[in-house]
Nanobody, 119 residues
Framework: QVQLVESGGGLVQPGGSLRLSCAAS????????MSWYRQAPGKERELVAS???????SYADSVKGRFTISRDNAKNTVLLQMNRLKPEDTALYLC?????????????WGLGTQVTVSS
């Protein structure tokens, strides 16, 4: 079983920055693909950024060039550095971990941390 706990959210002005952290426990962290999703009330959950076990990254077009995902396997942590934030970035940000073996896929979610971008 994997437990994920997010932190680092808060209120920030447009153009500002935040760094989100996701701390993982209960698994071999380096074997999991990690992602950040976001979700606002009444909207579908959106994939923001992902990083594979090998360190390859991908981003949604809406955040490319502004957000950076990274991982520190020694600390069992994945980070999301968010720069030049916009009001449309406001959402609950959730950490996700995935492990695939054979025909099975295991997925885990944190409870999320709130990011609000407003003047």
């Amino acid at each position: 079983q994997v437990q994920l706990v997010e932190s680092g959210g808060g209120l920030v002005q447009p153009g500002g920055s935040l760094r989100l952290s996701c701390a993982a426990s209960g698994a071999t962290f380096g074997d999991y693909g990690m992602s950040w999703y976001r979700q606002a009330p009444g909207k579908e959950r959106e994939l923001v950024a992902s990083i594979t076990s090998a360190g390859s990254t991908s981003y949604a077009d809406s955040v490319k060039g502004r957000f950076t995902i990274s991982r520190d396997n020694a600390k069992n942590t994945v980070l999301l550095q968010m720069n030049r934030l916009k009001p449309e970035d406001t959402a609950l940000y959730l950490c996700n971990a995935v492990y695939s073996v054979s025909m099975l896929k295991y997925t885990y979610w944190g409870l999320g941390t709130q990011v609000t971008v407003s003047s």
